[in-house]
Structure formats: structure tokens, C-alpha cells
């Protein structure tokens, strides 16, 4: 409804060059979203029907991560927050895993904290990398922490169900699917990990997430 009703307010606004250029922009945003709904709508259909698979490759994690750092940058800018990755408890870099999914996975997270935190708060994401029995594989501890509006606990305890969003005022402003925990949630349990929560109203929310991963010796 937005894209429609904002492109024929600015086919009707042609010969003003300021107010065209306003539409185009939240003609765009409102794209950006459809975009991100269908995507997220696309992944649960695939989850339901069985062929939500994973893809590993070798990949960089600290390319991964710069990437990442790149995408929400102008949203962390915009609304002052400080913002810290801290990948100095890795050993090793190059991994095999479905790079597109780890990206997704911690997009999802990120972007999250990022909503949901206020003006000026704090986002931190700390990866360290512990060893296991397995001298091929190492066990990846991904941190994402805030100082946000924090959850409920009853809203914790439900949070990876479909289209779930918790009914709070603030957050019903929030633009969301309610699919982006449920996703992540499946690409952690299809890779073999974990993901634990803890949170509190008025004080932010801490996400640990494990992910066994086959080290590439460089």
C-alpha cells in the first residue's frame, strides 16, 4: 500500500523536484521491507517443506564480519550507538559453513539489538573459539550483547516460534516479521549448535549462540 500510494502521490508531484525525491525514498524503504518479508516468508516455507539445506564452504570469518559491519553501519550511525566486535579469541579464521546462512544468522541478531536499543546504548559482539575433541572441528561461541529495551520472560520462552513479536508499545512500532528468530533458530539446530538467551526488561538482552565448525589450518 505504501509503494503504491507514495508512487502515485509523486506521479502527481512530478514538476517538484524535493517532494519526488522524499517519495522515491520511502518508496524505497517500503521495498526494502516487502523485500525482507517475502525472503523471511520464502525461508519458512522452505523449513516446512523439508528443503531448507545448508551449504558449506570455506569462508573467512573476520570477511564475514567486516561485511556485516558494513551493512548495519548506517543504522548504528544513526541512531549513536556504540559498537564493538571483538574477535581476538579466534585461532582460526578459515572455516567450512554456509556462509550466506551464517550471514543471515548474524544479521538477524544484530539487527535486532539494533532496534531495539536506544539512542546512544551499547551493541558488542564477541566470537572466541574453543577447542574440542575433535581436533578438526573447533566450537564457536558467538556473543550478542545489548543494553536495549530488553524481554519479558514469558516472551523469552517463545521467541523462536513463528511470526512471534512481543505486544509492547514500543515494539509493536518496530518494523518486523516476527520470522527472523525462527529462522536463525533452524540454521543453528540444522549446524549442529545452540543458542541461549538471557534477558531482562529496562536492561537488555544476551544471545549465545555455539556453532561446531571444521577449522582450516592456514
Same mark, same amino acid.
Request: charged letters at 30%.
Given at each position: ?84 566486535? %571483538? ?10 559453513? %554456509? ?21 546512544? *546504548? ?53 518494523? *518486523?516479521? *516476527? ?40
Amino acid at each position: 500500500n505504501a509503494i503504491i500510494g507514495y508512487t502515485t502521490i509523486a506521479s502527481e508531484s512530478i514538476d517538484k523536484k524535493e517532494k519526488v525525491s522524499e517519495y522515491l525514498s520511502k518508496i524505497l524503504s517500503s521495498g526494502n521491507l516487502l523485500l525482507r518479508l517475502v525472503n523471511d516468508i520464502l525461508d519458512m516455507s522452505s523449513i516446512e517443506s523439508g528443503k531448507f539445506s545448508l551449504n558449506e564452504s570455506k569462508v573467512d570469518l573476520s570477511e564475514v564480519l567486516h561485511g556485516i559491519k558494513t551493512i548495519v553501519y548506517g543504522e548504528i550511525e544513526g541512531k549513536k550507538l556504540e559498537f564493538d566486535i %571483538d574477535i581476538s579469541g579466534i585461532k582460526h579464521e578459515q572455516v567450512y559453513c %554456509d556462509r550466506m546462512r551464517l550471514e543471515q544468522l548474524l544479521l538477524n541478531l544484530i539487527t535486532n539489538s539494533v532496534k531495539f536499543t536506544n539512542e546512544n *546504548g551499547k551493541i558488542s559482539v564477541v566470537i572466541t573459539e574453543h577447542e574440542t575433541e575433535d581436533k578438526d572441528i573447533s566450537d564457536y561461541e558467538i556473543i550478542v550483547r545489548d543494553n536495549g529495551i530488553g524481554m519479558s520472560q514469558s516472551f523469552v520462552n517463545k521467541m523462536f516460534e513463528p511470526f512471534e513479536r512481543e505486544r509492547t508499545s514500543t515494539v509493536s512500532r518496530t518494523e *518486523g516479521t *516476527g520470522l527472523g528468530l525462527a529462522i536463525s533458530k533452524k540454521i543453528i539446530d540444522m549446524a549442529g549448535g545452540t543458542i541461549k538467551v538471557k534477558s531482562k526488561q529496562g536492561e537488555g538482552s544476551e544471545f549465545t549462540v555455539h556453532l561446531p565448525f571444521k577449522i582450516i589450518e592456514d
